[in-house]
C-alpha cells in the first residue's frame, strides 16, 4: 500500500510562543480510514488543515506534510490548488457555516467544475445531481436551486458530503464533521462516511474530539495531546488497552451508558416539582403557530433525578425554562413546593423568592459569566443578594464554596478569560448554589466541555447532590450523562414526552420507537458484534 | 433502520421538529407591494412637513416680493390673491398636492415662472454631479475598502489613516486644494462653470465631483473594509480555499459577494448628504444647479421653489433606499420574507 498522507515531525507555532503542534508524525495509507482524537485546544484542526496547504496567517512551520508525494509546506501556490481540487477534500464542522448563506447549492458544488475543469454549467449540473442522489438526498434536482437555510443540518452536511466526493478525491479529510448534528442525524451520516470511504477505496482521516466515534469509523488512531502525538496505533488496541496515561483518562472519561451503578429510584417522598399539561406555544410574525412543549406531566419528588433527553427542537430546554421562570407556560400547571406557578411573567419579588428554590446552570460558560466581574465577586454577590450577607462575610462564603467545587482561592480574583471551560463551568455551578437552591437545573451543563472536563463536572454534580441533598434535573441530548447521574428519565421527542420512567429500565427495555432509535444512534466500535455498515 | 429512512427523517426542513400551521409563504409580490405603500406613505408625510413648515418661517412673501417698496394696499392683496396666499393652509396645501400630481409645482416669486420649468434648467447639472461623484465613491471607495481588507499590516493602515484624514475634510475645503492642485497648479481640468454637453461636461465635473465625493469616498471604504474582514473570517470562506477556488474566485463570490449588503445599506444612506453637500460644491465651482437654487431662493422667501426642491429630495432619498431595500433579498435570500432568523 502506498503512503497517501504523510506528516513527519511537523512542528506550528508563532513566532516568541511556544509552538501549537509539536514535531507531530502521522500517515495514512490509500483506503485507510484513520482518526485523529483529542481534547479542543490540542491541534487538531491545525495538522488536517496542513494537509491541504491552510496555515494561520503569521505562523511558522517546518518538518515534512506531503499529500501523494506533494510536500504542502513548500508546494507553490498553483500545485495547492490542483491538490485541493483533484486529490484531496475537506468535510467542515458545521455545514450552517461551511456553506455560503447567500449562494445556491448548486452554485456551491459546481463552482469548482464549471471555472476549473472547463465543464459546461449544464455537465455540471448533471454531475452534481447525480453526486447529491449518491448522498442519498432526495429530489436533488431542486435541492440545486435552494439556498442552504432551507435545508435542515443533516442534509447540508450531506451536500457538504457531495461537495467533497465531487472530484473523486483520494484522501477525505473530516473535520468533527457531526459534532453539530444531533445523534440520530449523526448515526446516518457516519454511515454514509463509511460507506463512500469503503466502496471507492479512499484514505480518510477523521478528526474527532469523541472516541466511541472513532472508535465505530476507524481502523487506526492517532491520540493528540497539546500539539503532541501521545500515542497511536490500531483502535481496539489503543481503546482497550491504553499505553499512555492520559489516554487510559480519556478512554475513561468517555461517556457510556451504564445501568448498574444507578441507585433505585427515591421512593416517592413529598413532591418537590409537579408539572401537568405543562404546554407552550409560540407565535411567529407570519402566523405560523409553533408547539415547542406539548402536554407535558411529571413530578419530581425531593431530593430525586430527573434526565430529560431529546434532540435539539425537542421541547427540552423550553422545559428547564419553563420550571426555571424564564418563559411563561401557555397552559398547564406547574407546582413547586405546593406553589403553583402563576401564568402570567414574574414580579422581581417573585422572581427573587423563586431564586431561592430553583437555580439553572446553562450549557456554555463562556456565555453565562459577566466577562468583567471578577468570578469570587460574582458569587459573592448572589450570598449578599440571596442570604443577605455583608460585604465580608459574603466574600469569605464565596470562598469556601469555590473551594468546595475546586476552585482554590488564588483564583478568587480572576476574570472568567482567564479560566478554562471547566473551570467556569464550576463557577457557574457555584453561583447556582450560592442562593441555596432545592431544585438545580443543568440545562445541557456539560455538552460544550471536553470529555475529561465533562467527566470531572460530572462528578462534581454528584458529589454535590449528595452534599447539598439537591434535586436535581438534568436536561442533555448524551443519554450517557443521564445514565450516570440521574435515576429517573423522560425521553421528549418534537415537544412531546415520549417515554417516562426509571433510567434502567427505559435503557434496558426501552418502550418507545424514538427511545429505541436513540439507543441504537449511539457509535459502536467497529469490532462489537453489529456491523455499521447495515 | 435503513439508509433511506435516515434521510427521510432529515428531509423536511425545520420539520418533525416543530408542528407548524400550514401557510402559503409571502411571496416577493406582497414584499414590493408593501415596500411601494411604506415609499408613498412616506412621500405623503414628508410633503406635509414640507408644505406647513412654510408657515413657522417668519415673514410674508408677498410683501418680500416688493422688496422694501410700500405698496399700496390694493397691490399686496392683489398679489396675495394672485399666488392663492390668501386661502386657507389646508386648501394652499390641497391645490399645491394636486399640482404636483399634474405636474405643476406652482409659480416662483422670484423668477415669474413656472417652478418646473426653473427647476428643469438646473436638476441636470445637479444630477450629473450626484451621479459621477456616485460612480467616483463607487469605484475608488470600493477600491480602497477591498485593498485595505486584503493586505494586512502596512497597506490597511496607510489606507485607513489616509481614509480618516480624507472623511474629516470638509467638501468646500476639498474643492479649493483640489482646484489649487489640478487646475491652477497643473491646469488639468477647468476650476469654473458646467461646460457643454457630452465629455466637455464630464471634464468640467470632474474636480466638483471629487471635491463631493471624497468625504462618501471615506465612509464607502470603511464600511467595504469592515464587512469584508468579517466576512473573511467566516468558515464558508475557508471552505472556498480548501475547495481549491482562486484567491480571487474566493474574494469576489464569497467575500466581496457577502460584503455587499452592508455597503449598500450605508450608500443608500449617503444620498440623501450628497445631495445636500451639493449646493457647497455647486457654489465653490460656479454651476448652476438646484443647490445653489435652494441657497438663493430661501434668501428670497421663494417658497414655492424651496419646497420643490425639498420634495425632490426627498423623494430621491426615499427612492434610493426604497430600491436598496428591494436589492437586499437578491444579495441575500435569508432577508427574503423575513426567513433570516427562523
Known amino acids: ?534 | 433502520m435503513t439508509a433511506t429512512e435516515q434521510v427521510q427523517a432529515t428531509v423536511m426542513p425545520g420539520g418533525p421538529t416543530h408542528k407548524r400551521a400550514k401557510r402559503p409563504a409571502v411571496g416577493p409580490a406582497v414584499y414590493i407591494v408593501k415596500k411601494l405603500l411604506a415609499l408613498a406613505l412616506t412621500l405623503f408625510v414628508a410633503s406635509l412637513a414640507v408644505f406647513f413648515s412654510r408657515f413657522l418661517v417668519p415673514g410674508d412673501p408677498a410683501r418680500f416680493l416688493l422688496r422694501g417698496r410700500s405698496p399700496k394696499p390694493e397691490a399686496l392683496e392683489e398679489i396675495t390673491r394672485q399666488f392663492g396666499l390668501d386661502k386657507p393652509a389646508w386648501e394652499q396645501y390641497l391645490n399645491w398636492l394636486g399640482g404636483i400630481l399634474h405636474g405643476d409645482w406652482g409659480r416662483s416669486l422670484t423668477y415669474r415662472q413656472d417652478v418646473s420649468d426653473v427647476l428643469l434648467g438646473r436638476l441636470p447639472t445637479t444630477l450629473q454631479l450626484v451621479a459621477l461623484a456616485a460612480v467616483f465613491i463607487t469605484i475608488l471607495g470600493l477600491f480602497a475598502g477591498i485593498v485595505a481588507s486584503l493586505n494586512k499590516g502596512f497597506g490597511d493602515r496607510f489606507i485607513l489613516i489616509t481614509l480618516t484624514a480624507a472623511g474629516a475634510v470638509p467638501p468646500f475645503v476639498a474643492a479649493i486644494a483640489l482646484v489649487a492642485l489640478f487646475s491652477v497648479g497643473l491646469g488639468w481640468f477647468p476650476s469654473f462653470g458646467s461646460g457643454d454637453g457630452g465629455l466637455d461636461r464630464i471634464w468640467h465635473l470632474t474636480l466638483p465631483a471629487l471635491a463631493l465625493g471624497i468625504t462618501y469616498i471615506a465612509m464607502v471604504a470603511r464600511v467595504t473594509r469592515s464587512s469584508m474582514n468579517e466576512q473573511l473570517l467566516r468558515e464558508h470562506v475557508e471552505v472556498a480555499t480548501s475547495r481549491g477556488l482562486t484567491r480571487g474566485s474566493v474574494v469576489a463570490r464569497h467575500v466581496l459577494r457577502n460584503a455587499l449588503g452592508p455597503i449598500l445599506t450605508v450608500s443608500g444612506v449617503l444620498v440623501a448628504g450628497l445631495l445636500v453637500s451639493s449646493a457647497i460644491i455647486e457654489r465653490t465651482f460656479g454651476l448652476s444647479g438646484i443647490g445653489q437654487l435652494l441657497v438663493q431662493s430661501i434668501d428670497r422667501l421663494d417658497f414655492a421653489v424651496v419646497q420643490a426642491i425639498v420634495m425632490v429630495v426627498v423623494a430621491a432619498f426615499v427612492v434610493v433606499n426604497t430600491v436598496v431595500d428591494l436589492v437586499q433579498p437578491l444579495i441575500d435570500p435569508r432577508i427574503a420574507a423575513g426567513t433570516e432568523s427562523r
Open chain 1, 1 to 534: 500500500m502506498s503512503q497517501l498522507l504523510q506528516i513527519e515531525n511537523f512542528t506550528l507555532g508563532f513566532p516568541g510562543r511556544p509552538p501549537l503542534l509539536d514535531s507531530v508524525s502521522l500517515q495514512v495509507d490509500d483506503g485507510e480510514a484513520v482518526a485523529l482524537v483529542g481534547e479542543s485546544g490540542s491541534g487538531k484542526s491545525l495538522t488536517t488543515r496542513a494537509a491541504l496547504g491552510l496555515f494561520p496567517g503569521g505562523s511558522e512551520f517546518s518538518g515534512t506534510v506531503s499529500v501523494q508525494g506533494l510536500d504542502t509546506l513548500t508546494a507553490g501556490k498553483q500545485r495547492l490548488m490542483e491538490l485541493r481540487r483533484g486529490h484531496a477534500s475537506m468535510i467542515f464542522q458545521d455545514p450552517r457555516a461551511g456553506i455560503n448563506p447567500v449562494r445556491t447549492v448548486g452554485d456551491f458544488l459546481t463552482e469548482t467544475l464549471v471555472r476549473f475543469d472547463g465543464l459546461t454549467r449544464s455537465e455540471a449540473t448533471e454531475r452534481a445531481v447525480k453526486q447529491l442522489e449518491q448522498v442519498g438526498l432526495r429530489r436533488a434536482k431542486e435541492l440545486m436551486d435552494q439556498h442552504p437555510h432551507q435545508l435542515s443540518g443533516g442534509m447540508l452536511q450531506r451536500v457538504m458530503i457531495a461537495a467533497a466526493l465531487l472530484n473523486s478525491p483520494d484522501l477525505l479529510l473530516c473535520d468533527e464533521p457531526t459534532t453539530a448534528l444531533d445523534v440520530t442525524t449523526q448515526a446516518g451520516i457516519v454511515r454514509l462516511l463509511r460507506e463512500e470511504q469503503q466502496s471507492r477505496g479512499m484514505g480518510m482521516l477523521f478528526i474527532t474530539h469523541d472516541l466511541n466515534l472513532a472508535a465505530s469509523l476507524c481502523e487506526r488512531v492517532y491520540v493528540l495531546r497539546r500539539g503532541e502525538v501521545v500515542e497511536h496505533g490500531p483502535t481496539r488496541t489503543v481503546f482497550l488497552t491504553p499505553q499512555q496515561d492520559y489516554t487510559r483518562q480519556l478512554v475513561e472519561a468517555t461517556p457510556v451508558i451504564e445501568v448498574g451503578g444507578l441507585g433505585a429510584p427515591v421512593a416517592a417522598g413529598s413532591p418537590l416539582l409537579q408539572v401537568s399539561g405543562l404546554t407552550k406555544t409560540y407565535q411567529l410574525p407570519r402566523g405560523d403557530v409553533i408547539t415547542a412543549l406539548d402536554d407535558a406531566g411529571f413530578s419530581l419528588p425531593e431530593g430525586g433525578s430527573l434526565g430529560v433527553v431529546g434532540e435539539s427542537g425537542s421541547g427540552k430546554s423550553t422545559l428547564a425554562r419553563l420550571v426555571v421562570a424564564l418563559e411563561t407556560a401557555t397552559s398547564g400547571e406547574l407546582t413547586l413546593r405546593g406553589v403553583p406557578r402563576p401564568h402570567r411573567p414574574l414580579r422581581a419579588s417573585e422572581r427573587k423568592v423563586l431564586a431561592k428554590e430553583v437555580q439553572i446552570v446553562f450549557q456554555d460558560p463562556y456565555l453565562s459569566l459577566d466577562p468583567r466581574i471578577p468570578v469570587g465577586n460574582a458569587v459573592a454577590d448572589v450570598f449578599r443578594l440571596h442570604q443577605k450577607q455583608g460585604r465580608k462575610e459574603a466574600k469569605d462564603s464565596a470562598r469556601d464554596l469555590l473551594a468546595r467545587v475546586g476552585i482554590g482561592p488564588e483564583r478568587f480574583d480572576a476574570r472568567p478569560r482567564a479560566l478554562s471551560g471547566g473551570q467556569r463551568q464550576r463557577v457557574a455551578l457555584a453561583k447556582a448554589l450560592a442562593a441555596r437552591p432545592r431544585l438545580l437545573v443543568l440545562d445541557e451543563a456539560t455538552s460544550a466541555l471536553d470529555v475529561s472536563v465533562q467527566a470531572q463536572v460530572l462528578d462534581l454534580v454528584e458529589e454535590l447532590r449528595d452534599q447539598f441533598g439537591l434535586t436535581i434535573l438534568f436536561v442533555t441530548h448524551d443519554l450517557a450523562v443521564v445514565s450516570r447521574i440521574c435515576s429517573e428519565l423522560i425521553v421528549m421527542h418534537q415537544g412531546r414526552i415520549v417515554e417516562q420512567g426509571p433510567t434502567a429500565r427505559i435503557l434496558e427495555d426501552p418502550g418507545d420507537d424514538y427511545t429505541r432509535n436513540l439507543i441504537a444512534s449511539r457509535p459502536r466500535p467497529l469490532w462489537d458484534a453489529e456491523p455499521v455498515t447495515a
